[in-house]
């Protein structure tokens, strides 16, 4: 079983920044590509950025030049760097990845609870 776990959300006032952060744990071979999604309020969830394994990144045009993704292959986490925040970058942000949880075994996608981000005057 593999689990990933959010942390970092909260209120921010319009232009301020906040990090997300998401680790996973449990029975981990490798891990793939690890992404970035949120879900607007009553709106579908979206991708907001990826990463490869080897730190090829790419951005939803809303985010780009705001939103810096990376990843720590030896700790299995993945951060979210989010500056210049806006009012419509408001939603619950969700961590993604894909996970081999053996050498040969099947790779798996696996999501984390998801973390609130508000910004808000």
């Known amino acids: 079983q593999v689990q990933f776990v959010e942390s970092g959300g909260g209120l921010v006032q319009p232009g301020g920044s906040l990090r997300l952060s998401c680790a996973a744990s449990?029975?981990?071979?490798?891990?793939?590509?690890m992404r970035w999604y949120r879900q607007p309020p009553g709106k579908q969830r979206e991708l907001v950025a990826s990463?490869?394994?080897?730190?090829?990144?790419n951005y939803a045009d809303t985010v780009k030049e705001r939103f810096t993704i990376s990843r720590d292959n030896a700790k299995n986490m993945v951060s979210l760097q989010m500056n210049s925040l806006k009012p419509e970058d408001t939603a619950v942000y969700y961590c993604?990845?894909?996970?081999?949880?053996?050498?040969?075994?099947?790779?798996?996608?696996?999501w984390g609870q998801g973390t609130q981000v508000t910004v808000s005057s």
């Open positions: 990463i490869t394994t080897f730190g090829s990144t």
């Open positions: 449990g029975s981990i071979f490798t891990i793939s590509d």
């Open positions: 993604n990845a894909d996970v081999r949880s053996r050498r040969w075994g099947e790779l798996l996608t696996y």
